[in-house]
């Protein structure tokens, strides 16, 4: 069963600052991984998608990398601004029906 | 890219109702729908996998009877909660797949009275 953690479960930082949030799944049979925002009480935002193929996506100020052999994907973003702040999931698709697994979720906060 | 729709976008209900809600998918044929929920505070997770014309696939301690699924056509998958009481408050999300990605509904904000 695909398990998915995402570190630091919270992040505060200033504005301006660079930041890296972490994922990784127990299962690296990926199809592709998917990183998302999501506001309070509304639902997801896609933000970037790579496929298991690839080992990164950009944009704008995010970039998403992927290694799949070790089972982690990281998103940075880059001069972090208030408006970033927000729960930030990444989330797997595996076996057979290309089920999505979530992960914990990072809240970020980010202070002006 | 694709555009997957849900209804209602939030509802308000007494226990012991049904309440149904719609997920489509406006641009594409999804022969595969997921249906989610979320609770306060907590990541989705998934409660069942529905393929049009056959029955869904409901996770480990998902009560099939209680959340009845029905996927009648490729564009058009239900979640019906039956029987609500204020533990199933909480947030709904349906997933359609095409081929190769899987797209996300706004969500359904459920509160049971």
């Known amino acids: 069963k695909q398990e998915v953690t995402q570190i630091p479960a919270a992040l505060s930082v200033p504005e301006g600052e660079n930041l890296v949030l972490n994922c990784s799944f127990t299962?690296?049979?990926?199809?592709?991984l998917q990183w998302f925002r999501q506001d309070p009480g509304k639902g997801l935002t896609s933000l970037l998608l790579?496929?298991?193929?690839?080992r990164e996506q950009t944009s704008g100020r995010l970039n998403a990398s992927l290694d799949k052999s070790s089972g982690r994907s990281t998103l940075y973003i880059a001069a972090s601004q208030p408006g970033d702040s927000a729960t930030y999931l990444c989330?797997?698709?595996?076996?057979?029906?290309?089920?999505?697994?979530f992960g914990t979720g990072t809240k970020l906060q980010v202070i002006p | 890219g694709a555009v997957v729709s849900q209804h209602p976008s939030w509802v308000i209900c007494k226990s012991g109702t049904s309440v149904k809600i719609e997920c489509r998918s406006l641009?594409?044929?999804?022969?595969?729908m997921f249906w989610y929920r979320q609770f306060p505070k907590q990541s989705l997770m998934l409660m069942a996998t529905?393929?049009?014309?056959?029955?869904?696939?409901?996770e480990q301690g998902v009560e099939k009877d209680k959340f009845l699924i029905n996927h009648a056509s490729l564009t058009l998958s239900t979640l019906t909660v039956t029987s609500a009481h204020p533990e199933d408050s909480s947030f709904y999300i349906c997933?359609?797949?095409?081929?190769?990605?899987?797209?996300f509904g706004p969500g359904t904000r459920l509160t049971v009275l």
């Open positions: 641009d594409f044929q999804a022969t595969t």
């Open positions: 989330a797997v698709p595996s076996g057979g029906y290309q089920k999505v697994t």
């Open positions: 529905s393929n049009e014309g056959s029955k869904a696939t409901y």
């Open positions: 299962d690296s049979a990926i199809y592709n």
């Open positions: 790579i496929q298991s193929s690839q």
């Open positions: 997933s359609a797949r095409d081929t190769e990605v899987g797209f």
